[in-house]
């Protein structure tokens, strides 16, 4: 257990956590926290900015700022909600969809390469090991928040 977080920091810079820009589709550099919001809006059917920055656990300034961003590189479109125009929806423009689409199909590509270096038993125990990791970490109380936070 002493080698714990190393494992976890290992993984993350392989997982490519820590660069800049997670990707490139549709000539567009995408961060990792902008492919989340792309992610989620895509999930969700027209999902307020609210339900979304709840979702990614962030703080609806820094959230708006990144829409703000995606809404500037044509990928995201707010619109006010008719039935509640102070709320805003969200949904991903046909350039948005392009992107996000292109980020699933290389995420996709990528983990079928991972897993193909181990037998079906390995990537079965490694998938239910991350789905117990992350229903332990919803019931845990610091969720969402850094440790020292």
């Known amino acids: 257990m002493d080698d714990l977080r190393q494992l976890f920091q290992v993984m993350t810079r392989r997982f490519g956590f820590l660069n800049k820009n997670c990707c490139t589709a549709g000539g567009c550099d995408i961060s990792l ?3 989340h919001i792309l992610y989620e809006i895509s999930r969700q059917r027209r ?9 990614l656990g962030t703080d609806i300034t820094t959230f708006s700022r990144q829409i703000q961003s995606l809404i500037k590189m044509n990928l995201v479109k707010k619109t006010p909600d ?3 125009r102070r709320v805003s929806l969200l949904s991903l423009t ?4 392009y992107v996000t689409e292109t980020i699933d199909q290389q995420m996709k590509l990528y983990l079928e390469e991972v897993f193909s270096h181990m037998n079906a038993f390995e990537k079965e125990t490694v998938i239910r ?3 117990l990791l992350n229903e332990s970490m919803a019931k845990s109380g610091k969720c969402c928040t850094t440790p020292l936070g």
Do not use: F, K, L, R
């Open 82 to 84: 008719p039935e509640d």
């Open 33 to 35: 926290v902008q492919s």
């Open 94 to 97: 046909p350039e948005g969809n």
């Open 129 to 131: 090991s991350i789905q």
């Open 47 to 55: 999902p307020s900015m609210q339900q979304v920055a709840e979702t």
